[in-house]
């Protein structure tokens, strides 16, 4: 499975930005597709994460309220809709695809994209 995410870039404060993420190769819908993200210094973490097959999500703490996954069957893409941006979420973000959902939720996912940097400005 090959992972390409897009859509990064620079934003206002309160501003909105919509990652992709585009997969190929050998897909199916039994994955789930995650997004995660790391600033500078920081741990990387899990925004949240979506399970192809039935569309039904889950976000951990730091994804609930500003953040929402989506896919697109037909495009084979799933995206993160971010709202109401603050400096604080400028970090690069990844998506990443595992069958297994608790390797999603530790980390620990087998197929990782390249990352795309969002950076926001106050």
């Known amino acids: 499975v090959q992972l390409q995410a897009s859509g990064g870039g620079l934003v206002q404060a309160r501003g909105s930005l919509r990652l992709s993420c585009t997969a190929s190769?050998?897909?199916?819908?039994?994955?789930?597709v995650g997004w995660f993200r790391q600033a500078p210094e920081k741990e990387r973490e899990l925004i949240g994460t979506?399970?192809?097959?039935?569309?039904?999500?889950y976000y951990p703490d730091a994804g609930k309220g500003r953040f929402t996954i989506s896919r697109d069957n037909a495009m084979n893409t799933v995206y993160l809709q971010m709202s109401d941006l603050k400096p604080e979420d400028t970090a690069i973000y990844y998506c990443?695809?595992?069958?297994?959902?608790?390797?999603?939720?530790?980390?620990?996912?087998?197929?990782w994209g390249q990352g795309t940097q969002v950076t926001v400005s106050r």
């Open positions: 979506i399970y192809w097959e039935t569309g039904n999500s």
């Open positions: 990443a695809a595992d069958q297994i959902f608790a390797r999603i939720v530790t980390g620990g996912p087998a197929y």
């Open positions: 190769g050998r897909t199916s819908s039994s994955y789930f």
